[in-house]
């Protein structure tokens, strides 16, 4: 069956405001009882998260849409900070756009196998970036070098970044929801992934 969840990144933000932002974010979400306060147990790959208050309808698409998610065990809201590579999960990413000029370039063929000569420079730099390695890549078509963080990856497969908020099997948040976040983060350009472990 598995568990599905939708991390909202900040792509902007650096290691020395990752902390304050997060803190910011984190209360607000409690005080307008998006999450609870207290820690529980109730998030994967860290061993405490916040679970959903009882204003979490606020931050849905469908407030009404109870398929029983908070009768689950996973169902919190997991704040990473610090450097990490985020990513949807299961499948591959298909392209990555420079943000320079907008040209896309195709990672995988139509049988969705990986394109080795494409992907090369990126896997090193999803490897390094978490260990505080800044490996620049330049555009293969505008030859402009372009920061880690600062690729745009097709649907929001994955994204580079310092502060992330994980909610683990929410049903669909509303859009006024994550742009509301992405204002408290200061206006910084924030990348949606949703996916499934």
């Known amino acids: 069956m598995g568990d599905w969840f939708q991390t909202?990144?900040?792509?902007?933000?650096?290691a020395e405001d990752a902390e304050h932002f997060a803190a910011e974010v984190r209360d607000w979400l409690i005080s307008a009882g998006i999450v609870l306060s207290e820690r529980t147990d109730c998030v994967l790959g860290a061993q405490v998260g916040h679970p959903p208050g009882p204003a979490a309808g606020q931050a849905l698409e469908d407030p009404s849409e109870d398929d029983g998610w908070q009768r689950l065990w996973t169902k919190g809201l997991d704040?990473?900070?610090?450097?990490?590579v985020f990513d949807a999960g299961q499948g591959e990413v298909e392209a990555v756009t420079c943000p320079h000029c907008a040209k896309e370039l195709r990672l995988v063929d139509a049988c969705w196998q990986l394109i080795d000569?494409?992907?090369?420079?990126f896997r090193e730099v999803l490897t390094d970036w978490p260990e505080g390695l800044d490996g620049v890549i330049a555009c293969r078509f505008c030859e402009r070098p372009v920061e880690p963080t600062a690729?745009?990856?097709?649907?929001?497969h994955l994204a580079l970044g310092?502060?992330?908020?994980t909610f683990w099997n929410w049903p669909s948040l509303k859009q006024d929801f994550v742009d509301e976040i992405g204002r408290r983060l200061g206006g910084h350009?924030?990348?949606l992934l949703a996916g499934k472990l």
């Open 8 to 14: 909202i990144v900040d792509v902007e933000v650096g």
């Open 79 to 84: 704040i990473t900070v610090g450097r990490a």
């Open 117 to 121: 000569e494409a992907w090369a420079p």
């Open 151 to 156: 690729w745009l990856w097709a649907d929001d």
């Open 162 to 165: 310092q502060l992330g908020f």
């Open 189 to 191: 350009r924030t990348a």
